[in-house]
Nanobody, 126 residues
Framework: VQLQASGGGLVQDGDSLRLSCAAS????????MGWFRQAPGKEREFVAA????????YFADSVKGRFTISRDNAKNTVSLQMNSLKPEDTAVYYC????????????????????WGQGTLVTVSS
C-alpha cells in the first residue's frame, strides 16, 4: 500500500496550488482520504478529507472557502486545490487513508488513518 503525494512548491501570497495523492496497492473505494499538514515547530493538523464513496467532504476552519478536495476513483487519486494561499499555509502536506472512519469528527483525527504518504512541501512567501 503506497500513497504518493505531489504538487508542492514555492508560491506567493494569494497564489494557487494543486496537490495530488496517488494511491496504489489496493482498492481504496471505501476509504476516507485526508490531507494533513505540519508546519515547522508545530504539530500535524487536519486540513481536509473526502469519503471515497459518497463524496462527503470536510475542511478545517482555517482553509474553508479556500481549499477544495476531490477524488478520481478511476485513477485512485485525491486532489487538494488550494486557492488564496497565505504564508501561514506553509507546511509539509501529507495525504493519508483510513480504512474505517467512524464516529463524529473521525476524519480530523490522524490516529484514524492507516496509511500515509511521504509529504510534499508547500511554501508561501509574503
Amino acid at each position: 500500500v503506497q500513497l504518493q503525494a505531489s504538487g508542492g512548491g514555492l508560491v506567493q501570497d494569494g497564489d494557487s496550488l494543486r496537490l495530488s495523492c496517488a494511491a496504489s496497492g489496493r482498492t481504496f473505494s471505501t476509504y476516507m482520504m485526508g490531507w494533513f499538514r505540519q508546519a515547522p515547530g508545530k504539530e500535524r493538523e487536519f486540513v481536509a478529507a473526502i469519503r471515497w464513496s459518497g463524496g462527503g467532504t470536510y475542511f478545517a476552519d482555517s482553509v474553508k472557502g479556500r481549499f477544495t478536495i476531490s477524488r478520481d476513483n478511476a485513477k485512485n487519486t485525491v486532489s487538494l486545490q488550494m486557492n488564496s494561499l497565505k504564508p501561514e499555509d506553509t507546511a509539509v502536506y501529507y495525504c493519508a487513508a483510513a480504512r474505517n472512519c467512524v464516529g463524529y469528527g473521525c476524519y480530523s483525527r490522524d490516529r484514524e488513518y492507516n496509511y500515509w504518504g511521504q509529504g510534499t512541501l508547500v511554501t508561501v512567501s509574503s
